[in-house]
């Protein structure tokens, strides 16, 4: 067992290589460092998907109550589905992907430029925004992108993902405008009710994610568990597969790749919002002897300097005697989430009541 000095040198060598996991990868590692070793996981996972499956939702083959119920419903209990018919054309998906992977497949001193551990920074590359803080480190490297409220000039942008980020992006935002609609109803308000009243539609943190294959999956994760700083997260993944979902705190249930498809999850600030009716389920990411696995995730969350006066507060409707939270700034629900890092609890038992 490395001593807390030994493993803090060898998390600033490997942070400072500035070439992330895929640099190990490409360097031929055959055994997985100590850094990112995880204790054995005692849950049990649902191989074979026989008891539960992750709702899939056609936004175009209902009508609008019947969408309304089957978002209540997944909302309510497992806090996923994935919708098809969602307006983002499947050219553009198999693009942002591609994007993703050919920015982090470059070579280390074409990537160097965008390391860094500066969250005021727009653009940012890096393995592991909690490679301090967290147990044990990830498989994984990152791309993330403050897209909006105040979107990266196009030269900030790495020139693999500039010319369809900005477009995807745009329409994901669209989708999740039309999905706050729908969960407004859901929660019975208006309509519009959490885009303008409770403001939940300005900002969106982009994170494009890159698993390569792993000479030990066993040893590792591809990501911690842990639930979603955000009111929603829409994500893309590829067809390799790996993401989980903690199903009534029992056992791991894979979300399956499904073609053409976006997943949806319940963030913390929706369950913190929507007074505990709508659930934020922790998830995880296995490793893979497979891969590399690709996926692109937005964070719909205010950021920069609105997070400091955006206050998250509880919505307390008829039927609830009581807010089960107090009230808190983005900015500080942010703050304690990365203090604590991916450590396989959630921020939200902070701010309970």
């Known amino acids: ?183 407004s109803e859901a929660l019975g ?20 994610h890159y698993y390569p294959a792993c000479p030990e999956p066993h040893l590792t994760l591809g990501t911690t568990r842990h639930s979603d700083p955000s009111f929603l997260t829409v994500l893309l993944q590829d067809a390799v597969g790996g993401l989980q979902v903690l199903v009534d705190g029992k056992k791991w249930v894979e979300v399956p790749p499904v073609s053409g498809a976006l997943v949806v999850n319940v963030g913390d600030f929706l369950q913190l919002v929507s007074n505990d009716r709508f659930k934020s389920v922790e998830h995880r990411v296995v490793a893979s002897g497979v891969g590399p696995r690709i996926s692109v995730a937005c964070f719909f969350r205010t950021s920069g300097a609105a997070a400091s006066t955006r206050v998250l507060r509880p919505i307390v409707t008829g039927g609830e005697s009581e807010a089960r939270y107090r009230s808190t700034t983005v900015e500080e629900l942010l703050r304690h989430y990365r203090a604590k890092g991916l450590d396989g609890t959630s921020a939200l038992q902070h701010f309970k009541l």
């Not at 993703?100 to 497949?105: A, K, Q, W």
């Open 1 to 183: 067992m490395a001593s807390d000095h030994e493993r803090l040198r060898a998390l600033k060598a490997f942070d400072g290589t500035k070439a992330g996991v895929k640099g190990l990868v490409d360097a031929g590692v055959t055994a997985v460092p100590s850094i990112f070793h995880h204790p054995p996981e005692p849950l049990p996972v649902d191989a074979e998907r026989h008891h539960f499956a992750i709702p899939v939702i056609d936004l175009a083959g209902a009508e609008r109550a019947e969408l309304v119920a089957q978002l209540k419903a997944a909302a309510e209990t497992v806090g996923f589905f994935q919708v098809v018919n969602h307006g983002v054309p499947e050219g553009l998906l198999a693009e942002m992907l591609a994007a993703v992977r050919s920015f982090i497949e470059e070579p280390a001193e074409a990537k160097a430029p965008y390391y860094t551990r500066d969250f005021g920074r727009r653009v940012r590359y890096q393995s592991n925004f909690d490679l301090f803080q967290s147990p044990a480190a990830n498989w994984r490297d990152s791309l993330y992108m403050e897209m909006a409220p105040d979107p990266p000039a196009p030269e900030e942008i790495p020139p693999a993902c500039r010319g369809v980020a900005p477009e995807y992006v745009r329409l994901v935002r669209e989708l999740y405008r039309a999905l706050l609609g729908l969960l």
């Open 189 to 208: 308000l208006r309509r519009g009710y959490l885009e303008q009243d409770a403001a939940c539609l300005d900002g969106l943190n982009f994170a494009g």
